[in-house]
């Protein structure tokens, strides 16, 4: 999977527990990314982050938070706050960061699939 | 917000047979498109990219033709193979390092 290894592969979640989701890349890639993939529907963004210490949110962060104190890790917090958590999350990796860059092919792992008890 | 989204959400073809996929895109200041191939159960894939400044590419058996007249992209299979069975995603930058993803059209391969 392009260097990008996420954790678990399947993940189970009790009504109001937060739930951490791991992605760790050796691409020594800047940027990475989080996205949400629904069965049958394309993927969208929660989170994105350029460099350390700093990300932004996407187009569905309510309910998610995220941190990026290493460049090789990004991990993903899925709040009791999110009502509706059951979803594939896919985590990507990208380089260059640069804001002007027309090239920004991610880099993908192979998922966890979160499923709500 | 900006969407890109797909004529036909499934698409079935002969083994041998080219496949062409399609995307129409509503950003018309996007610059960089990219093709995924998603297997059940893994990740995207990059198939292939394309700038704005380019209207055709070729890879190895496929190609993508980008027409910006009509903002259209299109995925190009020659010789579809059982292994091409998956469901590909279009997908464009729309700047800030954010790229917008297409709903996907499944693609499935009869013997």
């Known amino acids: 999977d392009g260097g990008i290894t996420q954790s678990p592969k399947y993940l189970f979640r009790k009504e109001g527990q937060n739930v951490t989701l791991s992605c760790e890349q050796n691409?020594?890639?800047?940027?990475m990314y989080w996205y949400r993939q629904d069965p049958g529907q394309g993927l969208r963004l929660i989170y994105y982050?350029?460099?350390?210490?700093?990300?932004q949110k996407g187009d569905i962060a309510e309910g998610y938070s995220v941190s990026r104190e290493k460049k090789e890790s990004f991990p993903l917090t899925v709040t009791s706050a999110q009502k509706n958590p059951t979803a594939f999350y896919l985590c990507?990796?990208?380089?260059?960061?640069?804001?002007?860059?027309?090239?920004?092919?991610?880099?993908f792992g192979s998922g966890t699939q979160l499923s709500v008890l | 917000g900006e969407s890109v989204g797909l004529h036909l959400p499934t698409l079935s073809v002969q083994e041998g047979d080219n496949s062409i996929i399609n995307c129409a895109y509503s950003?018309?200041?996007?610059?960089?498109f990219i093709w995924y191939k998603q297997e059940s159960g893994k990740g995207p894939q990059f198939i292939i990219d394309?700038?704005?400044?380019?209207d055709k590419r070729q890879g190895q058996r496929v190609t993508v033709l980008l027409n910006k007249t009509v903002k259209h992209l299109s995925l190009q299979i020659a010789a579809t193979q059982p292994g091409d069975s998956a469901v590909y995603f279009c997908?464009?930058?729309?700047?800030?390092?954010?790229?917008?993803f297409g709903q996907g059209t499944r693609l499935t391969i009869n013997p």
């Open positions: 982050s350029q460099i350390v210490n700093d990300f």
């Open positions: 691409l020594n890639h800047d940027a």
């Open positions: 990507a990796s990208s380089s260059p960061p640069g804001l002007r860059t027309s090239n920004e092919k991610l880099f």
């Open positions: 950003n018309s200041a996007s610059d960089y």
């Open positions: 394309i700038r704005s400044n380019m």
């Open positions: 997908a464009e930058n729309i700047g800030a390092q954010k790229l917008v």
